[in-house]
C-alpha cells in the first residue's frame, strides 16, 4: 500500500493538483457522465439509511464500473481477484494466513464481493480482517516462544528472500516451518549488521509486538480503506482509494511544501522502501540514498536508531519529516545488496522541498574529443513536467526555452535532455515542450474508455532547437516523459540513450471526490476521500502505446536499475500493450539522419573497455543472480564471507578510481537565476574540485574556455576523495560527441536542420 502514491508527479500548489496532471477537457464530461449513470443505477431511497462508509463503498463501486478506463464490471471474476488483492494486501509475504484459510474464505466470499460492494455491505471487510488480526494475535505469540529458544546457525539451510510470488503455506504445520527459517534469518540480519541497535532477539520480538498492535489498531474506518483501496487496484495499479489522510499526503506531496529529505515512500514486506527522490530534496543531494533502498531504522539527531521495520508507513513518515535544520539518521539496506545485514548510515539535514528545487537547470559542457578537440555541449536536467496552472507563473515549456536561447548563444555543438529522474507531470507541458524541438505535427494519441481517439498536437510551428539531440532515460523515466521521448524517437528527431525500456506508464488518472457522489444518496462530507481513477491510454503517434512496453532506448547502457522489477510490468493487475492507427506526421528528414547503428558500434567499443560499466555489469549480475535465486543460507561463517568479499570489492575499486586520475571535462551550471547573466559557475573542471569562493557559492568564470591545468583560484582536487562517478552520463556525452562529429560529415540529411536554424526564435 503506498501513502505517498503515483508515478505522475509534478510540483505545483496543492489546488492545482487536477489541472496540473490532467487536461480540462477530460474531467468534467466524465463527472457529469458517471453522474448521471449513478443516479439511474442507485437511487436515494434505496440507501438513505446506509451509514457513510456503506454509502462510499456504494459510490466507489459504482465510479470504477462506469468511469474505469476498462468499463469492467462488478462480476463473479472481479469477486475473485477483489478478494485475493485483499488478502495479499493484508499478508503481503503469504505467512499469516494458511492455504485452509484462503480456501475458506474464497468459498464464503469468492464469488459474492462484488453484489457486497454495490449493495454497501462491508462485513466481509470486517469479516476477513477478522481472521486476519487473528491469524496475527497468535503467530506473535509463536514468535515470542520460538525466540526464547537458542538458534542454530551452522546449518545449511536456507530460507526465501521474497514470498509475494509465492504459494501460502497449506496448514498450521507448514506455516510454522517457513516462520521458523524467517526468524533464524532476522535474528542472523541483526547479528550480522554492522550497527546494532539493540540484542537481536528483543529487537525482533519487538518487532512482531508491534505488528499485533498495529493490526488492533486499525479501526473500521481504516479496514474500509484498505478494503476499497484493494478493490480500486483490482482495476489497475495506478486506481486507488484515497483516505482523508491519504489525500492530505498526496497533496504535500504534490504542492512540494513539505519540510523532509525528499523521498517517496511505499510499504513492502514490511520495509519503508524508497520509490523515488525528490530532485533537489536534501536526500538527492546527498547521493547516498538510492531508489529500491530499504529503511530499517530511523534516528533523531544523536538519538539511538529505532527500528521501524514492520512500522505502518504513516508513522515512518511522521519520523522522518520533521521542522527544518534539524537533523535525522536512517539506516537502510542498499538496493543492490547481496545480503539483507549489509546497512548503511545517512545523516541528513532535514530541508523544505520547494518548487525551485524541480526547476528545468542546464550545464555547458566542454569536453576533447577522440582528437584532442575542445568540443562544447549542452545538457539539460528536467526534473518533472510543472506548470502553475491558475497563475500562469510556472511553465516547464517556457523555462527550457529561456535555457535553451542562452545554450545557443554559447555555441553548444550538441544537447542532452537528462529524463533519468523524471516521473512524469503535466501533459500539456509535456505536449509543448517536444514542440520546441519539432516542426509542427502529431504528439500524442489519447483513447478514452470509449474507443474515441484524440490527437494533440504541437501548438507552435517554430523550432527553438534544431541541432544534434540525445534523450536520456532510466526504468524511473514514467508518463509524461515517456510521451516526450517518444514523440522524439517516432520523428527521428533524437537519439534516446539509458535503460532498456522506460518505466512504461501509458495511463491518465484523475481524481473524483466520493463525497460529490454521496451526496446525491442522501449525505455528503469531506471526509469520504477520493477516488484516482485511470481514465484513459497514452499511444505514440507510430501507433503503438507507451503502456507496459515504455520507450525502447536506441543505445543501451548498463545500470543497476535496468530490471523489470522496476517498471510497470511488476505491478499487479496492469493494464496491457495494445495499438492504435498510426497518425499522420512527417519525420525529421529524409533517410537516417542520426547515425543510431555507427553511434551504437562507437558506443558498445568505449562501453567494452570501460572500466566503470565493467563494475557495473559484475553487480547487475550478482544481483539477478540474487534475484533469481531468492535464497539466503543460515550459515553464519557463509554470510560473514560473502560481508567480507563485498567490502573487500568496494575498497579494491575505490583504490582504483583514485588512482586512475581521469580527466574531468569544465562543467558550468546555468540555473533560471543566472540564465542572463554573463558568467556563470564553474563546477568542475580537469583535475580539480571547484570550491567555494563567492558568497553566493559561485565561482564566476566565462565558459569560452577551460582553465589551465595550473589555475589555482578555485582550490586543488582532494586526492583522497573518491570522484563522483556517473558512467551514463560520461558515455552519453561521448555519444552526443560522436553526433555532434557525424552530423557534420558529407553524408548527414541535415537539409531541414538548416533551414530551420535559421528559423529559430
Not at 108 to 129: F, H, Q, R, S
Not at 286 to 295: A, E, P, Q
Not at 491 to 499: K, T
Not at 750 to 757: L, M, P, R
Request: proline share 5%; net charge neutral.
Amino acid at each position: 500500500m503506498s501513502i505517498l502514491p503515483g508515478c505522475l508527479r509534478l510540483g505545483t500548489k496543492s489546488a492545482n493538483l487536477k489541472a496540473a496532471l490532467f487536461p480540462m477537457k477530460l474531467r468534467f464530461p466524465l463527472l457529469t457522465a458517471i453522474t448521471a449513470v449513478s443516479l439511474i443505477t442507485a437511487t436515494p431511497q434505496a440507501l438513505q439509511a446506509k451509514s457513510d462508509a456503506e454509502q462510499i463503498c456504494v459510490s466507489v463501486g459504482r465510479l470504477l464500473e462506469e468511469g474505469h478506463y476498462t468499463h469492467q464490471q462488478l462480476n463473479a471474476e472481479m469477486s475473485q481477484k477483489f478478494l485475493r488483492n485483499y488478502l495479499e494486501l493484508l499478508d503481503f509475504s503469504h505467512l499469516f494466513f494458511t492455504q485452509k484459510d484462503v480456501d475458506a474464505l474464497t468459498a464464503k466470499y469468492g464469488t459474492a464481493l462484488a453484489d457486497d460492494v454495490l449493495l454497501g455491505n462491508l462485513k466481509p471487510a470486517y469479516e476477513i480482517y477478522d481472521v486476519y488480526q487473528k491469524r496475527v494475535d497468535e503467530r506473535v505469540g509463536k514468535i515470542k516462544e520460538l525466540l526464547k529458544q537458542p538458534m542454530d546457525f551452522k546449518t545449511n539451510a536456507t530460507v526465501e528472500l521474497r514470498r509475494e510470488k509465492a504459494p501460502w503455506p497449506k496448514d498450521e504445520a507448514e506455516a510454522d516451518q517457513l516462520w521458523n527459517g524467517r526468524i533464524a534469518s532476522e535474528l542472523l540480519q541483526e547479528k550480522l549488521s554492522e550497527h546494532p541497535i539493540e540484542p537481536g532477539p528483543q529487537l525482533v520480538g519487538r518487532r512482531y509486538d508491534r505488528i499485533a498492535r498495529n493490526v488492533h489498531e486499525e479501526d473500521r474506518e481504516e479496514q474500509v480503506k484498505l478494503y476499497l483501496d484493494a478493490l480500486a487496484q483490482t482495476y489497475d495499479p495506478h486506481s486507488e482509494y484515497l483516505s482523508k489522510a491519504d489525500f492530505k499526503n498526496f497533496n504535500i506531496q504534490m504542492g512540494l511544501s513539505l519540510v523532509g529529505i525528499g523521498a517517496m515512500l511505499r510499504t513492502e514486506d514490511g520495509y519503508a522502501k524508497i520509490e523515488s527522490l525528490v530532485t533537489g530534496g536534501p536526500a538527492q543531494v546527498d547521493g547516498r540514498l538510492k531508489v529500491g533502498d530499504r529503511i530499517t531504522a530511523v534516528g533523531q539527531g544523536q538519538s539511538e536508531f529505532v527500528d521501524v521495520r514492520d512500522m505502518r508507513l504513516d508513522k515512518v513518515v511522521e519520523m522522518i519529516r520533521g521542522k527544518k535544520g534539524t537533523k535525522v539518521r536512517l539506516l537502510a539496506i542498499p538496493a543492490n545488496a547481496s545480503d539483507p545485514a549489509q546497512r548503511k548510515s545517512v545523516d541528513l539535514v532535514r530541508d523544505e522541498i520547494k518548487l525551485k528545487d524541480q526547476e528545468a537547470r542546464a550545464d555547458i559542457i566542454i569536453k576533447k574529443d577522440e582528437n584532442g578537440n575542445p568540443v562544447k555541449l549542452g545538457w539539460l536536467t528536467l526534473p518533472s513536467f510543472y506548470a502553475d496552472m491558475d497563475r500562469h507563473s510556472k511553465s516547464t515549456t517556457r523555462d527550457v526555452l529561456a535555457l535553451l536561447k542562452r545554450l545557443k548563444k554559447e555555441n553548444i555543438g550538441g544537447l542532452v535532455i537528462d529524463l533519468r529522474r523524471n516521473g512524469g507531470g503535466s501533459l500539456e507541458e509535456a505536449i509543448s515542450l517536444t514542440g520546441l524541438f519539432l516542426k509542427s505535427g502529431p504528439i500524442v494519441q489519447t483513447k478514452g474508455s470509449n474507443g474515441n481517439i484524440v490527437i494533440s498536437s504541437d501548438p507552435d510551428p517554430g523550432i527553438a532547437y534544431s541541432g544534434p539531440l540525445v534523450v536520456l532515460t532510466s526504468r524511473q523515466s514514467a508518463s509524461a516523459s515517456e510521451i516526450f521521448a517518444a514523440a522524439l524517437q517516432d520523428y527521428g528527431r533524437a537519439v534516446i540513450v539509458g535503460d532498456k525500456n522506460t518505466f512504461g506508464k501509458g495511463t491518465v488518472q484523475t481524481i473524483l471526490p466520493i463525497g460529490r457522489f454521496t451526496s446525491l444518496l442522501g449525505s455528503r462530507s469531506d471526509d469520504d476521500g477520493e477516488l484516482k481513477l485511470t481514465i484513459q491510454k497514452f499511444y505514440r503517434v507510430a501507433g503503438g502505446s507507451t503502456q507496459l512496453h515504455g520507450v525502447a532506448s536506441d543505445i543501451l547502457l548498463p545500470t543497476l536499475t535496468d530490471l523489470p522489477e522496476f517498471g510497470e510490468g511488476a505491478l499487479k493487475n496492469c493494464l496491457p500493450y495494445d495499438e492504435v492507427p498510426k497518425a499522420r506526421y512527417t519525420k525529421w528528414s529524409d533517410g537516417h539522419p542520426l547515425f543510431v547503428e555507427e553511434l551504437k558500434r562507437r558506443s558498445a567499443e568505449r562501453v567494452q573497455h570501460d572500466t566503470e560499466f565493467h563494475y557495473v555489469m559484475e553487480d547487475m549480475e550478482r544481483l539477478r543472480h540474487k534475484l533469481d535465486e531468492n535464497r539466503i543460507t543460515l550459515n553464519e561463517d557463509a554470510r560473514r564471507k560473502e560481508i567480507q568479499e563485498e567490502k573487500l570489492r568496494k575498497e579494491t575499486r575505490s583504490k582504483d578510481r583514485l588512482a586512475r586520475h581521469q580527466e574531468e571535462p569544465s562543467i558550468y551550471r546555468l540555473t533560471l537565476d543566472t540564465v542572463d547573466k554573463p558568467d556563470l559557475q564553474l563546477i568542475m573542471f580537469p583535475g580539480k574540485l571547484a570550491q567555494t569562493k563567492a558568497k553566493d557559492g559561485a565561482t564566476k568564470v566565462s565558459p569560452e574556455a577551460a582553465p589551465d591545468d595550473d589555475t589555482d583560484t578555485i582550490g586543488a582536487a582532494d586526492d583522497t576523495k573518491e570522484p563522483a562517478i556517473d558512467p551514463e552520463r560520461d558515455e552519453t556525452l561521448n555519444i552526443l560527441a560522436d553526433l555532434v562529429d557525424l552530423s557534420r560529415g558529407p553524408k548527414t540529411a541535415s537539409t531541414n536542420v538548416k533551414k530551420t536554424a535559421e528559423q529559430r526564435p
